[in-house]
């Protein structure tokens, strides 16, 4: 069955140059791309985001790491990837969120770790279920930044200034 992800590189993938590593270990998916692009991740986002750990203790450390303040690179890229059991096939290949459990062959065995406060660095984010890749993929990228629709939309009627090169 057809779904779709969403995937983050995190700053700490960013700073250490596994963008091409992990974008040559999610082509063995064979899934389609739908969406990419660098986002700046604000604490609103990101707060949004990882909503559901609100009440964790390390949440607002969360919320620097995912928002690059740990790393001094303030931005993630953003992916959807759409295709027969995506959610699945991405997850095996990410591996488990704590690097030290994950198998090593995988993303975050190969490139995650724990720093010494305990925080998980652990390289991308891979959206869980079908609920929360469409919630997630709603909350990174607006229905024109996909290349095709996975979900419905609708046209809304506004004037709105646009930027354009000088």
């Known amino acids: 069955m057809a779904e779709q992800t969403l995937v983050l590189i995190k700053p700490d993938g960013l700073k250490k140059s596994l963008t091409g590593n992990i974008l040559t270990r999610l082509s063995e998916t064979k899934l389609e791309i739908a969406a990419a692009k660098a986002v700046c991740v604000t604490r609103e986002l990101a707060g949004e985001h990882y909503r559901h750990m609100k009440d964790k ?25 759409h295709g027969d059991n995506a959610i699945k096939l991405v997850r095996d290949i990410c591996g488990d969120t704590n690097p030290e459990s ?14 010494t406060k305990g925080l998980f660095e652990n390289i991308i984010h891979a959206s ?35 930027l354009v090169w000088a």
Do not use: C
Request: net charge negative; aromatic share 12%.
């Open 102 to 115: 994950a198998d090593p062959t995988s993303i975050r065995g190969s490139y995650g770790r724990i720093t």
């Open 57 to 81: 203790p390390f949440f607002n450390e969360l919320l620097d790491y995912l928002m690059g303040n740990l790393h001094n690179r303030k931005k993630v890229l953003a992916l959807v990837y």
């Open 128 to 162: 869980s279920s079908p609920e929360e890749a469409e919630r997630e993929i709603k909350l990174w990228f607006k229905p024109e930044e996909l290349v095709y629709r996975i979900y419905p939309v609708e046209t809304e009627e506004k004037v709105t200034q646009t």
